[in-house]
């Protein structure tokens, strides 16, 4: 499936440099690499029953966007040679773990696997559909980086305020505003690498998979939310 992307994107397209062309396909090859050490976390994970959030919820989110930053840090550092794809898919397994708090709990339900089938099916919806619209606008959108860059900043402060409030609507609204906004991220991010803007396919893969993870998981914490009591 993934293989097919670079070709349908790059026809409609059609005013696509290789070069361009090149850094959209070896984006969508390490992208489909970066499941691997994200469900292999995720698996982990569960069978430790590992979670950042068990003793303070407040200092395990500090916790994880630091280390997440590091990894940013280390990713964009090394992002010219092998050593950069390595980092990433550490970094994927790390998410992986994270992944697997929510994970368990949603296959905790009696129709869990059901649920994770249909976030996961979500989740690819909205990536074609975000590809396919990147791919049919064509011009450059990088307005939109500022704007979606505050949205973030304004999500995470909600998410880490809602720590200490608990408030379940506030939650599903978090959930909802953040699937947006990363839908949002997944249009920036591919008309960058279709419009030149972008040229190194594993900092395009960082910012995707960051897109892809986030829609999956607020997504199957949605329906996690709406299926149980």
Known sequence: MQNNIPVNIASQTG???AKQNRVLRNTYMLLG??????VLGAVIGMSMNFSFFAGSPAIGFIAML??????FYAIEKTKNSAWGVAILLGFTFFMGLILSR??????????????IALAAGGTAVIFFGMSTLAATIKRDLTGMGKFLFIGLI???VAAFANIFMQIPALSIVIMVVAIGIFSAFLLFDINRIITGGETNYISATLSIYLSIYNIFANLLALLGITNSD
């Open 15 to 17: 005013g696509m440099t």
């Open 154 to 156: 304004m999500l995470l």
């Open 66 to 71: 630091a280390i997440a930053f590091g990894f």
């Open 33 to 38: 690499l970066t499941l691997i050490p994200t």
């Open 102 to 115: 929510i994970v368990g709990r949603v296959l905790g339900l009696s129709n869990g696997g059901q649920l």
